[in-house]
């Protein structure tokens, strides 16, 4: 697979960033349904994901990820399904399991290894395939 | 009489001639030092560097405490990014300040800046070796009109031989600010809205509620001046860019009026952009 170049670290971080809005939508139009707890645990998924759109950022100035091995399509095309996903949800167990996933998708992109990353890939691809 | 009346076309034939031969020798150029003097004060401004690198330390403030390891560890990530970042802007003075003195028929100047930038390059990471390529193509071209004490008669040669390098430079910095720093400040904008929403949601005080408004209005503000600034000075880049181009273009016919004409209006966008960054 070709390296991440940094349009692709610039797409990876709006991506993120966009899947964040997602989940901060869904948080704050089901507010008065969902238990402090849950709001709590998307909030928290909705900060890692901006942090992840920020490390991207500062990747894609900066710093090579050709080491990377995962193509930036199919990691575009994860975290897009996600975001897509989290939109047409209603079940909060279900936007928890794609947002948690999404999350462990952008620590495994941090670390730069390629068998975290497919896994992790593919976990978001589960995840949002389980709630179709 | 007569010899008096064929002696004065003499006359004025020698004076436009000798007019010319001093026009070769030092042309005026004056939208060529305008454009370079314009574009050096452009390439001062390192406010939005310093904002970039300052963003994960400021985005704190809204983030809770679980998250601010993460927020530390990008904070010290772009705090070694910012010797690159403003060696981008750096070489761009030098490069016009070189500009501006051949334009002017001066020597270009040596100074210890130039010395460091040379340094620099040995040692900055880069993470497009085509860009590293040029960074250091345009900084051995400062030198060498140093050190060969060039003159105008060598601008011609310097806008030639630096005009690629100096694009890839250029839309490097491009390239930073406007896809890097305009999605730093949409994250921002993300987290000031997620953690003002979120509070005004849990908030039951009418006048702790009022009191977040008015922040919320306060930030919401100061951020919407910076990404104004990131446009303008998007704005700025390119048209250093662009009007570098031009140069590249009618290197052979600067001391033309219509060529001198459209630099100056290079120069002219080129100060309004500055302004409006400067006015934010």
């Known amino acids: 697979m070709p390296p991440l170049t940094s349009d692709d670290a610039f797409a990876l971080s709006k991506s993120f960033r966009d899947l964040s809005v997602a989940i901060g939508d869904y948080r704050f139009s089901h507010w008065d349904t969902l238990s402090a707890a849950d709001r709590t645990t998307l909030q928290n998924e909705e900060w890692s994901l901006l942090n992840a759109a920020s490390d991207m950022i500062t990747k894609a100035v900066g710093l090579t990820l050709d080491e990377s091995q995962a193509g930036a399509a199919r990691l575009n095309g994860a975290a897009a399904s996600a975001q897509k996903a989290v939109k047409t949800l209603n079940d909060v167990r279900k936007v928890i399991t794609v947002a948690t996933a999404s999350v462990g998708l952008a620590a495994a992109i941090m670390s730069k290894d390629p068998g975290a990353i497919a896994k992790n890939a593919k976990a978001v691809f589960d995840a949002v395939t389980a709630t179709a | 009489m007569r010899r008096h009346r064929t002696g004065q076309p003499l006359r004025l034939l020698v004076v436009v001639c000798l007019a010319l031969l001093a026009n070769g020798c030092g042309a005026n150029l004056t939208s060529v030092r305008d454009f370079a003097a314009t574009s050096f004060d452009a390439a001062q401004y390192s406010q939005l560097v310093v904002a970039y690198v300052e963003a994960p330390t400021r985005l704190k403030r809204y983030e809770p405490p679980a998250q601010w390891p993460t927020l530390d560890r990008q904070a010290s990530e772009r705090q070694a990014q910012r010797e690159q970042l403003l060696l981008r802007h750096k070489l761009v003075q030098e490069y016009m300040s070189a500009l501006g003195q051949l334009a002017a028929d001066g020597l270009p100047i040596y100074d210890n800046e130039l010395d460091a930038l040379g340094k620099a390059v040995q040692t900055a990471k880069f993470a497009d070796q085509g860009e590293a390529a040029a960074f250091a ?15 105008q008669g060598k601008l011609e040669t310097l806008i030639e031989q630096s005009n690629a390098p100096f694009q890839v430079v250029v839309g490097g910095m491009v390239k930073v600010v406007e896809q890097g720093f305009s999605g730093d400040a949409a994250i921002e904008r ?35 001046t ?5 446009r303008n000075y998007v704005v700025v880049l390119k048209t250093i860019g662009q009007g570098h181009q031009k140069l590249y273009e009618t290197r052979n016919q600067l001391s033309k009026a219509e060529v001198e004409a459209d630099i100056q209006r290079y120069a002219n966008r080129l100060k309004e952009a500055f302004n409006a960054v400067k006015g934010l």
């Open chain 2, 137 to 151: 193509a345009v900084s051995k071209l400062l030198v060498t009109a140093v050190t060969d004490r060039w003159r």
């Open chain 2, 190 to 224: 993300i987290a000031l809205d997620n953690y003002y929403t979120t509070l005004q949601r849990e908030g039951k005080d009418p006048a702790g509620l009022a009191a977040l408004a008015e922040w919320r209005e306060f930030r919401t503000n100061q951020l919407a």
């Open chain 2, 226 to 230: 910076h990404e104004q600034a990131i």
